[in-house]
Structures are given as structure tokens and as C-alpha cells.
């Protein structure tokens, strides 16, 4: 498909989802993110950058371990973060969280993770979550490896397979509503070898990767609903449906997850997260 088009589908969708994003997602990734920062081994004083950022999930625990305590010994120099998304809204709500949450060491641009307009150098490269949704996920780690100094380390994150997914069904069904464009290729990366494979590509030594099984857990059908349609990567799909047809869809997508309903009414949905990462030599 046309990357000019994709970029511009996930600028407007994620521009839309902000809003919902945290509501539906902030526990529901926390595995993955916890995994994601042990392996990056932050430590006081380093430089960040934090690609396809969203609204800072990873960016702002980041910027917290990098930061220099206030109140033992001498003072040290704080680390910095970078926060870049293709989103403008995603990169505005990154800056307003870490203003509300006093942190001064965050810095927010927006740009494509093909085309970092920035350039460092980095101790430390990540993206969480992020790389499924770019045209050309290749490339952007190549502009990871740019920005990273010798010896710098990223560690980044992807959805695993498909078949471990259990709501992976939900593109299907809004694609065979609208052409969405939203990521045709969305699986690919969690393929067993396939991120490892990128990283060593892309030029990055001593690479490590992991898989993590996981659960995505709702309450009721609006939850399960609203992080599929309002807080996730079809929200511009979505708003482009008439009622009639939001409904079937919605429909279409509890009915995909009928296998997973809970005693107690709501949704307990596998899901796995792959892990990985390295260092530039």
C-alpha cells in the first residue's frame, strides 16, 4: 500500500484516539512495558529517545528513572527523553502529563519514526508498541541505530503472532466495512525470529528478544467495544461509520470474542507481546 497514505491514516487516527487511548490501554500494556524498561536498564543521566510514543506510557516512567534524585549527595545531571509521534495530539498530551507530573526533562517532537528529526546522540532507544504501525519498520530502525551513539542500546516491542492474539479479528471486520489502510502488515514483526531479525539488520549487535503471554482483560462489551474502536488503531474507521453500521461492527467483533467471556459478564482475551533488544556496536 501507499506509505504516504498509511502515515496520513495513523496521523488521523491517533490524532482522534488520544482521547480514549489511556482509558482502555494504560493497564492493559503495562506487561509489556514493565518488560520493555527492564531490558533498556535505564540508569541516571542517560538520554532517551522514545519513538512512536503515544501519550507517553513509556516516555514518562522513562524520564522519572533517567532523572537525577533530588535529595541524596551530590546533584547529577538529569537524563533527558525525546518523545517523538507521527501524532500531534499524542506528542501535545505526552508534554501536558509531564508538565502536570513536574517532570522537566521531557521533550516532545513530532515526526515520523522513518525520519527523526532529531539527532542526539541517545544512550538509549525505544518504541513500544509502535513499529507494527509504520510503513516501513526497517528503515525506522536504521534511523534508531543513527541516532544512538556507540554502544547505545535500544529495546523495543511489537504485538506477537496472530493466532495468539485473540482480538486480531477486529481488522477483518472493519475492513470489510471500509478500506481502512490502518496497517495491512500489523502481525508481521511478531513472527517467531522476525524482530530479532530486523534489529540485526538494521545493524545492532548482542540482540536478545522474548516472548510474553498475556491477557487483555474488560469488564463489559463497552469496554472490550471502546479500546477496539475509540482507543485503538481503527478510531478513524470508526468515526467514519454511520450508526447502522458501527453497530454491526461492534456486533461482529463481541461475537469474535465469544469464546472468551467471563463468568461474570465480561471479556479475558489472550494476547502476547514480543520484546527486543540490543545494542549499536
Not at 60 to 84: H, I, K, Q, Y
Not at 103 to 130: I, M, R
Request: net charge neutral; glycine share 10%; with cysteine.
Amino acid at each position: 500500500m501507499d506509505a504516504k497514505r498509511q502515515r496520513l491514516v495513523q496521523r488521523r487516527g491517533w490524532n482522534r484516539a488520544v482521547a480514549h487511548y489511556d482509558r482502555y490501554w494504560s493497564q492493559q500494556l503495562l506487561p509489556a512495558q514493565h518488560l520493555l524498561l527492564r531490558a533498556a536498564a535505564l540508569e541516571v543521566g542517560e538520554d532517551v529517545i522514545d519513538v512512536a510514543c503515544g501519550t507517553g506510557m513509556v516516555s514518562l516512567p522513562a524520564a522519572a528513572s533517567v532523572a537525577a534524585p533530588r535529595d541524596t549527595g551530590p546533584r547529577r545531571r538529569d537524563g533527558r527523553v525525546t518523545a517523538t509521534d507521527l501524532s500531534s495530539a499524542m506528542v501535545a498530551e505526552v508534554r501536558a502529563r509531564a508538565e502536570s507530573g513536574g517532570l522537566t526533562n521531557v521533550d516532545g517532537v513530532c515526526c515520523p519514526a522513518e525520519k527523526l528529526t532529531v539527532d542526539g546522540p541517545f544512550d538509549v532507544a525505544l518504541c513500544s508498541l509502535g513499529l507494527m504501525y509504520v510503513p516501513d519498520p526497517a528503515r525506522a530502525l536504521v534511523e534508531m541505530h543513527r541516532v544512538l551513539r556507540p554502544g547505545g542500546r535500544i529495546a523495543v516491542s511489537v504485538w506477537g503472532e496472530r493466532r495468539r492474539c485473540g482480538w486480531a479479528a477486529l481488522f477483518g471486520i472493519v475492513d470489510a466495512r471500509v478500506a481502512s489502510d490502518v496497517c495491512p502488515l500489523f502481525f508481521a514483526l511478531g513472527g517467531p525470529g522476525v524482530l530479532a531479525g530486523q534489529l540485526e539488520r538494521a545493524g545492532f549487535s548482542d540482540v536478545c528478544h522474548q516472548r510474553l503471554s498475556t491477557s487483555l482483560d474488560y469488564a463489559n462489551d463497552d469496554d472490550a467495544v471502546g479500546a477496539a474502536f475509540l482507543g485503538g488503531p481503527v478510531a478513524l474507521a470508526n468515526a467514519h461509520f454511520d450508526p447502522s453500521t458501527r453497530a454491526a461492527a461492534e456486533r461482529d467483533y463481541l461475537d469474535s470474542l465469544a469464546d472468551y467471556r467471563t463468568d461474570s459478564g465480561g471479556y479475558r482475551v489472550p494476547g502476547e507481546f514480543v520484546i527486543a533488544w540490543g545494542r549499536r556496536p
